[in-house]
Every structure is written in C-alpha cells, then in structure tokens.
C-alpha cells in the first residue's frame, strides 16, 4: 500500500530523503473519485521516475457558484487503493490551508492557450487550474509530471505555466482512456444515469464521425465541424463548442485543412441532461479505433 500523507511537513520531509538518495521524483495531480483513466497517467510516471507522489486535492478555486464543489466525488480509501495499484509510492492528501495558507492573494491567469474554448464557458476555470498546479510544483517540486489529454486544453495550459515560470518540470502527455462504450473516463461519470450515458455516446460519435469524414477526403472546416455538431444535436445534447483547432496552440485553421492530420484535434464540449461532457482527439486518431 502507497503511504498516504496528510501534513504538508510530512511530505516534504519524505521528498527531501528521495531527493538525498538521488532518486527522480514523478507527480500526478488529481482530484480524487479516480479511474483508469487517473491510473494510466500513474503507471506511465512510474516507468520514468524512481518515486510517484499523487496528490488528491478537490480544488475549490476551479468551481464557479453553481457548480459541483459540495457533490464532487470522493472517495479518500477507494483513490488510495486504486493510486497504490498504478504504482504510487505516496499519495497526498493537501488540506486546504496547505494550498492555499492564510494571507494568500495570488492567482495566475493565462492567457495565450488559456483564453476561448472552455474559458467561454467557465471563464474562472484556468485560472484556478494554473493557481493550483504552479502551487503544487513549487511544493513538491517534481522532475516529471503527467497530465491527460482529455483535458486537453488544460495540458497546453499546464505545459504553457511550465514554460513561463521556470519550473523545469518535463511535463508528459497521458492518452485519453475510454470506456467500453466509448465515452471518455471522467469522474463526473457517475453522474450520468443509463439514459443519459446511451445520449452521451453521441460525443465519441460526433468525433467519430469528424474522422470519418476527414479520412474520406474532407477538408472542409466547416463541413467537418458540422458532422460532429449534427451527431450531437440529434439526441437533443446542449453544445457549448465542437471546433477543430491547432493541435499546438489551439488557434483556428484556415477555411480547408492542409498537413497531416495529427497537426489538427477536433475538441468538443456538451452537456447531457445537464451533465458536462468534454472529449477531443486528432483527426487520424478516432474513437473505436
């Protein structure tokens, strides 16, 4: 079983006896309800570290008033058992005063590969994204971190915060992990009755679709954006955006598509029965492949 640390005082004293040894120290940010998908990213770290430390911190600076602060999954003994059988050798579990002590008045707001796409919709989410992780690397200072590409804006986000603070921490991508069915893993699943995950299969499909018609000859923008949208809107999902953009900066492309197909990633965002689904992928790289 992975240790589980609850005292800020305890994990640095730990980190500072690996760093002594001279071991590589790997990290996984998470906040907690974890899966394959958490899992995947985990045992990807620990085929390039010596040490993995996974945090479990449900970040209150990421929920507008609204949302699922209060109801977010957690399951401290079940994420610990999980994190232990993808490899982790700590799991942290910061308090809140931890992340952010008394007398704190800092955030970071990106910008660049922070602004559009999801900040249409949750304007204060990056921000709280960037805040936490450039907290989290100044504590733990790791040498490598792993983040998922289902979140694929906050990885350019997080590789982006990396490069312009100097953390020096090689930050990796760790691929999508779907469920049978196809939806992408996400801890907010749970939320999904059986209805609404069969409507919800119309996301991977809308990708699906994109794909297909990108791998006959479309090259359309438009035309390959409206594929997606119709496989959406035709089991009544509310689409926030489904957007084909650059695979680097998320920056539109040009009316028709040009280059190889991994320079573009179609990226897309919808809520069923009031549940938010994200999924994304390249355009050579489909679900059910």
């Given amino acids: 079983m992975a240790s589980?640390?609850?005292?800020?005082?305890?994990l640095q004293s730990?980190?500072?006896?690996?760093?002594?040894?001279?071991?590589?120290?790997?990290?996984?940010?998470?906040?907690?309800?974890?899966?394959d998908g958490h899992c995947s990213l985990m045992r990807q770290a620990t085929q390039r570290c010596d040490r993995l430390v996974v945090s479990i911190f449900v970040n209150p600076a990421q929920f507008a008033e609204g949302e699922d602060l209060e109801a977010y999954p957690r399951d401290a003994e079940s994420d610990l058992a999980l994190a232990t059988s993808a490899g982790a050798d700590l799991v942290w579990f910061p308090k809140l005063k931890d992340i952010y002590p008394d007398g704190w008045c800092s955030t970071i707001v990106p910008s660049g590969v922070g602004l559009g796409l999801e900040t249409e919709h949750r304007p204060h989410f990056f921000t709280g994204v960037a805040t936490v992780?450039?907290?989290?690397?100044?504590?733990?200072?790791?040498?490598?971190a792993v983040f998922g590409e289902k979140d694929y804006q906050q990885l350019l986000v997080v590789r982006q915060l990396n490069k312009d603070l100097c953390f020096g921490v090689q930050v990796l991508a760790g691929r999508l992990v779907r469920d049978?069915?196809?939806?992408?893993?996400?801890?907010?699943?749970?939320?999904?009755?059986?209805?609404?995950?069969?409507?919800?299969?119309?996301?991977?499909?809308?990708?699906?679709?994109v794909c297909a018609a990108y791998a006959q000859g479309e090259r359309s923008v438009a035309?390959?954006?409206?594929?997606?949208?119709?496989?959406?809107?035709?089991?009544?999902?509310?689409?926030?955006?489904?957007?084909?953009?650059?695979?680097?900066?998320?920056?539109?492309?040009?009316?028709?598509?040009?280059?190889d197909a991994d320079e573009w990633r179609l990226v897309t965002a919808a809520r069923c029965h009031g549940i938010r689904l994200i999924d994304n992928c390249a355009l050579d790289d489909p679900p059910w492949r």
């Fill in 223 to 259: 035309a390959l954006e409206a594929a997606g949208v119709a496989k959406l809107q035709a089991v009544g999902l509310e689409l926030e955006y489904c957007r084909i953009v650059s695979a680097h900066n998320l920056s539109a492309p040009p009316d028709s598509l040009s280059g």
């Fill in 180 to 209: 049978r069915d196809g939806l992408a893993l996400s801890s907010r699943n749970v939320y999904l009755s059986p209805e609404a995950r069969a409507d919800g299969q119309a996301v991977p499909r809308a990708l699906a679709a």
């Fill in 14 to 35: 730990q980190l500072m006896a690996w760093r002594q040894e001279g071991l590589t120290i790997g990290f996984v940010p998470t906040m907690g309800g974890l899966h």
């Fill in 133 to 144: 992780v450039a907290r989290l690397f100044a504590l733990i200072r790791p040498q490598i």
């Fill in 4 to 10: 589980s640390v609850h005292e800020l005082i305890a």
